[in-house]
């Protein structure tokens, strides 16, 4: 693993000397993201990056260009190849390719007014289930398998305490194992436990808020994880270091001005941009860890 | 032009009156048509609609339920509460529902549709015994139409549904068919208004043809009439239209012809007097005594630059401003009463200038209404004529003045010169008349030194010897005293004795008149006598004339020394004796009002080419320092300019002679005569 990453440091760092040079002439400012549909991710994130370029003339940007990759993979290659310069992504995306490209996690980017969440894990009230060791043999119901915070996470900490995860019918012969079911809706996660379909169910605390204060009431959180950052900008690891520190500093005071606020609730719904705090950090080697768990 | 013949008005009645009454049947049948049709079909519509509702309203509710059962089944089974509370929300919109609710199979509600969810736990009222034979029961209840059905299979429930409508489904059914109605009748409206369009076009079509036919018989002759009147309007007065038909347009073609007959000679004047008054040279206007006008020339337009509209509307009195609005207020009344008035007064034109004209107003009678009918002129030229005359007047005025006190100061001078000279000759007279009492005072003061040696002194020979000094000297007392007067400048013109003056000019120049031999005589006809020695001549005058005595006497002196020089030139130039005796004869004498002095000498006369400048200023005949020729100059300004009396020259027997005519004084004279 080590290994595997000083490698990967030493690629970045030969591209690095090579991409350089062409910091002296114009150029282009380029934001990476993850998603399939590019055609709304570039309508929706070009008139902030537009707006970061034009304050960036005296680096010789020039103009403004939104890169799309279809998942993480796609990604980390375009980072290899030195096409991106910013990357905006999911707190458990940005940390494998911190892992696997060296990108730098730098500021927390909060989304529909949301700056991080947690997961929680719930059961019915009148269970008898007190905490997630208590879940053994017991069914869970997650999202589906696309989602971090209601399957991804919750999983990877049952998993990190010592539990065996598995899907409801396989390998029925380890009782200890917490089997688990997708419903494909928060909310149909909470009927779940609540009509006793699975015993416990874990979504993000957002999705606890916005279930009925009526259901919440049949229901009982047991453990809720660390927080993590809603989304997050990376810097590739060659973007000069003013240049970081210039975009910084525009990405911070974009939410004072009412354009600012207009351009970037057009990228995403981003709220503001903030620097990471030290409980960011801590969150971030939380996460790390967490990752050690998630296949 | 040719008539043909006409159709009458009846039938142009009749024939209008049935395509009326053609018109009006069809609309109405097309109306009750439609009407009929549209209320028959809303009929039809309530009808069926009642039908529904009291045959097979329960069976449609039913269904419904029945169709939710099976479509709430799956969700439910699956426990898809995303999904159902989709279903729950499109029920909700499609249906006057106030709550729809999804329970559990233990009749505990899962969701209302709603985030909320405030119906979550609630456990519904339902007969489980009735519900799981009859599937879908309906109730009314006080919040509504309640509809409980069962959710799942014959052999297996899943959960329990209820709806409650908050509003009778017939109701809103039968709004939502009303409406319908509503769009048809307005549809079927609008069909019938086109169906109605479409046959009042195809009927005026129709009329339209047969009206062109009709019209084209009727109108004819009318068209020709109308072509005739183009004509005239053009001009054309010599027009005329043919009568060949009897009826009422042979009549009219007939009166058409005698009206243009009427209105060319009406037309022929009226256009006359049009040109004639625009020709006119001022502003002609007419208006009546409300001060409206009725008839005015272009000139009032084009000066005033008012428009017609704009005289139209106006008074008479708004063509004028200040003093001259109140004038010629006046003379339009006094034209009115007394029948003519004029005036001078400035017409101010819209622009505000102002133009001075004379105006006249003559009263015009029109029935019992009277009119002013008037023209008014342009008198800049003249005004401003009279204005430069005055101002030409007064300068000349000034000039004239300018000129008389320059004349005068002239005139002063040359007085002050004259005097001058007569004061030098004056001295010489004065040295002359002293001579001969200095000569007398010399002989007695040197025979009273003899008397002294010779013992002859005596008390009596020294008073005989005083007395006739002082005699002496009184005379040149008397001498000195009249050469002052003489020069005394007066202030007023007084009444005084010609002769008394004359005497003492020649008591003064008899000295020198003596020296040269030259006899003088003073004759008076008052007097009837003459008067040859100075003596002789200090005598009471009785011929009175006004004036400056002085001056009057400097005359009479510049003209005997005239006399005294010309009488010594022509001695000198041979003309008479070297010893020939020089007479100078001075007469006076009244005729009526008039004092005559005539000065006359035998020097010979004066020259003829030189009687016309003799009083001209300085023209002498003198030698170089011997006259000034002001001498006469001064004369004739005194007596003429001075005194209001005339002196003039002429050639007498021996000589010239001068007349002096001056005022005789009357009164003065009376009063003297009576003493």
Known sequence: MIMRAAIKFFLIFALTLYVLPAFGGERELRLGLISDNPDSRIREYMPLMKNVAARLKEFNIKDARIVVAKDVDEMLKKIERGEVDIIFESAFSTIEMQEKAGIMPTMLVWRKGVREYRTVFFVRRESPIKSLSDLKGKTIVFEDQKSTSAYAMPKAELKRRGLTVLPLNEKREIKDAVRYIFTGEELNQAFFVVQKRADAGAFNNNDWDETSEKVRADLRIIHETEPMPRYMASFHPALPEKLRKAIKNIFEELHKTPEGKEILKKASRITKIERLTDADLKALKYLKELMEFIE | ?675
């Open chain 2, 1 to 675: 032009m040719h008539i043909r013949p006409g159709i009458t008005k009846k039938y142009s009645l009749v024939i209008a009156t049935a395509g009326l009454l053609i018109l009006l049947l069809t609309v109405s049948a097309a109306f009750m048509v439609v009407w009929k049709g549209a209320g028959d079909v809303k009929k039809s519509l309530e009808e069926n609609t009642t039908g529904i509702y009291t045959e097979t309203y329960n069976a449609m509710m039913g269904s419904f339920a029945e169709s939710l059962r099976y479509n709430l089944f799956n969700l439910l089974y699956q426990l898809d509460m995303v999904r159902i509370n989709r279903l729950i929300n499109d029920m909700r919109e499609g249906m006057p529902v106030k709550s729809i609710i999804v329970a559990d199979s233990s009749g505990r509600a899962l969701t209302d549709g709603t985030n909320e969810n405030v119906s979550f736990g609630r456990q519904l009222v339902i007969d489980l015994k009735g519900i799981k034979s009859s599937p879908v029961m309906i109730e009314k209840t006080e919040s509504g139409l309640r509809v409980v059905f069962l959710i799942g299979t014959n052999d297996y429930t899943a959960g329990y549904g209820e709806i409650i409508f908050s509003e009778d489904p017939l109701k809103k059914t039968l709004k939502m068919q009303d409406e319908a109605v509503s769009r048809i009748w307005e549809s079927f409206t609008a069909s019938f208004l086109k169906i109605a369009l479409a046959g009042t076009a195809i009927l005026a079509f129709i009329t339209f043809i047969f009206g062109i036919l009709f019209s084209k018989t009727l109108t004819g002759p009318i068209k020709e009439l109308t072509e005739a009147t183009k004509k005239i309007a053009s001009g054309d007065m010599s027009h005329r239209v043919k009568v060949e038909t009897a009826d009422e347009i042979g009549e009219l073609a007939s009166t058409f012809n005698t009206m243009m007959d009427e209105l060319r000679e009406t037309t022929v004047s009226r256009d006359f007097t049009d040109a004639l008054i625009d020709s006119l040279p001022g502003v002609f206007y007419f208006f009546n005594a409300q001060g409206r006008y009725l008839k005015w020339n272009k000139n009032l337009t084009i000066i005033s630059g008012y428009s017609d509209e704009e005289i139209q509307s106006m008074n008479p009195l708004q063509f004028f401003a200040g003093e001259d609005k109140h004038i010629i207020e006046k003379r339009i009344q006094e034209a009115f009463e007394n029948g003519y008035s004029t005036a001078e007064a400035e017409l101010t034109t819209k622009d505000n200038r102002k133009i001075p004209y004379f105006f006249t107003g003559l009263r015009y009678i029109v029935g019992d209404e009277p009119y002013l009918i008037g023209v008014g002129i342009d008198i800049t030229e003249r005004k401003t004529a009279e204005d430069k005359l005055l101002e030409l007047n007064r300068n000349l005025e000034a000039m004239v003045e300018d000129e008389v006190e320059k004349r005068r100061q002239q005139e002063h001078m040359l007085i002050h010169q004259s005097r001058l000279a007569a004061m030098g000759e004056m001295i010489g007279a004065i040295a002359h008349q002293w001579r001969q009492p200095l000569n007398a005072l010399g002989l007695i003061v040197q025979d009273i030194r003899d008397a002294d040696e010779y013992g002859e002194l005596t008390k009596d020979y020294i008073d005989k010897s005083v007395e006739k000094s002082m005699n002496q000297i009184k005379f040149m007392s008397k001498t000195i005293d009249d050469f002052r007067n003489f020069f005394r400048p007066e202030k007023e013109k007084s009444p005084f004795d010609a002769l008394i003056a004359i005497e003492v000019v020649l008591s003064m120049l008899s000295g020198q008149l003596k020296n040269n031999n030259i006899a003088y005589r003073l004759t008076c006809d008052a007097r009837n006598r003459t008067f040859k020695e100075f003596p002789e001549i200090i005598l009471p005058g009785d011929i009175h004339a006004t004036g400056y005595r002085n001056e009057f006497q400097q005359a009479v002196l510049n003209i005997i020394n005239n006399a005294k020089d010309a009488i010594i030139e022509a001695r000198e130039k041979g003309k008479m004796g070297s010893a020939a005796e020089g007479v100078i004869e001075v007469d006076v004498s009244r005729a009526g009002d008039r004092v005559f002095i005539s000065i006359s000498d035998n020097a010979g006369g004066i020259p003829e080419e030189i009687m016309e400048r003799i009083f001209d200023p300085y023209f002498t005949t003198k030698e170089q320092g011997k006259g000034t020729g002001i001498g006469l100059y001064m004369s004739k300004i005194i007596i003429e300019n001075n005194m209001d009396g005339r002196l003039y020259a002429e050639n007498v027997k021996d000589g010239a002679m001068f007349t002096i005519e001056l005022s005789l004084n009357e009164g003065y004279d009376d009063r003297y005569a009576s003493n």
